[in-house]
Each structure stands twice: as C-alpha cells, then as structure tokens.
C-alpha cells in the first residue's frame, strides 16, 4: 500500500550527537505525526504537527511540517542513550482516516 | 495524553487454540479502534478497522474468520486469532484516535503472540 519515505534507514551515532531524519511523499497530508518504538512497545507519540511551515518542539526533539504539505523532518538534539529506537513518520488519509507509514529510522548509539 | 492499553502483553499458545486481544481507552472513548501487525524489523501493517457497533473494515489479504474482531463498547474491541498456527505468531498492536479533537492516533503496548 502506499507509503511515507523515510530516511535515513538507519543511523549510527556517538552520544551527544545531533540527529536528523525525515519523510516525503508525493502526495499533501494536513497532519504530520512521529513516533517512537522501543522493541516489544508499540509506538509512542513524540510530536503531532497540523499546520504547513510548523516548528513544534519536545524537549530535545524539533519537528518542522513542511511549506509544500509534503514533507517533515525531526531532529533529536544530544543525543542520550535512552534515544535508541525506531522512529517512524505517520499520516492520516483524508478519506477513512488510517494512517501511512514510513518505513521507519532505527537510531543506534554507540557507546 | 490518551492512553490504549492492551491485555495480555504477551501470550503462548497450542497450534489450533484460539487466542483473544483485548485493546481498551481508558480515558476517553473511542469509536474506531484500529488493528496492527507488525514483523521484526518491519512498520506496522494495518490488519483492520474496528468500529463500534458495526462490523470491522479488513484490509486486503486479511482473513476475517481468521481473525474475528468486536468492537461492542466504546472503550473495548478485542481481536481473535482463532485455530492459531505458528505463522500467526507476531506481534499485535491495537491503537484509537484520540479524544474529539486531539487528531492524533495513539497506541496500546502491543501483545506478542507465540503460537508452538
């Protein structure tokens, strides 16, 4: 079925580090949601965006909606070990309200 | 925030047995409930559509006397593998939009499912 793309796939990075990743799609969204699954959970909200050009923050995480509605990143600023997961990008379809997903970014921390 | 919590989180079964899911909203109703699966290492695939009252919406290429969902309150749908077999074995996410408004989609913990 149709899909957010999500990149980087994977990340692998020093404590401290700042971390970046984002989604697109062909397609325009009015929400933009991320996510965050730690293994055996299920997803955790991280930040829900509903306006085009939005720069919502939580903590160390920064989410920005896109001007063109069809694009979002999130950055994760000093990175903390507990940060380990996958993090995915989620939209509702207008039409039956479902959500797309991206495929997912598994942050790793080196130690 | 809205929470969704599931029961068990974690269940071992027979091969043939059936096995039941409950997802619940504790704090606020819920009249579309929506059912995951998810693989290792893969997004989670949307199973279902739960909705109160009525019966459930499944997507392409899901059994639905496979797996028999009911959503009979507005707090409650439960989800059914019935004659479970070891390809059955996953791992089951139930999640709800939250209250009028919120416009966000929030998750239960999951349930693993072993089926031997």
């Known amino acids: 079925g149709q899909q957010l793309n999500q990149s980087p796939q994977s990340m692998f990075i020093q404590e401290g580090e700042d971390v970046s990743m984002n989604c697109t799609s062909s397609?325009?969204?009015?929400?933009w949601l991320w996510y965050k699954q730690d293994p055996g959970e299920g997803p955790v909200l991280l930040i829900a965006l509903y306006k085009a050009g939005e720069l919502t923050s939580n903590g160390r995480l920064t989410a920005q909606f896109g001007i063109t509605r069809k694009d979002s990143f999130l950055n994760i600023s000093a990175s903390i070990p507990s940060d380990v997961g996958i993090y995915f990008c989620?939209?509702?379809?207008?039409?039956?309200?479902?959500?797309?997903w991206g495929a997912g970014t598994k942050l790793i921390i080196k130690p | 925030g809205a929470v969704v919590s599931q029961h068990p989180s974690w269940v071992i079964c027979k091969s043939g047995t059936s096995v039941k899911i409950e997802c619940r909203s504790l704090?606020?109703?819920?009249?579309?409930m929506f059912w995951y699966r998810q693989f290792p290492k893969q997004s989670l695939m949307l199973m279902a559509t739960s909705n109160e009252g009525s019966k459930a919406t499944y997507e392409q290429g899901v059994e639905k006397d496979k797996f028999l969902i009911n959503h009979a309150s507005l707090t409650l749908s439960t989800l059914t593998v019935t004659s479970a077999h070891p390809e059955d074995s996953s791992f089951y996410i139930c999640?709800?939009?939250?209250?009028?408004?919120?416009?966000?989609?929030?998750f239960g913990p999951g349930t693993r499912l072993t089926v031997l």
């Open positions: 989620a939209s509702p379809m207008d039409s039956n309200y479902q959500l797309i």
């Open positions: 704090d606020f109703q819920a009249t579309t």
């Open positions: 397609s325009i969204f009015n929400t």
């Open positions: 999640s709800a939009w939250g209250p009028q408004g919120t416009d966000t989609q929030y």
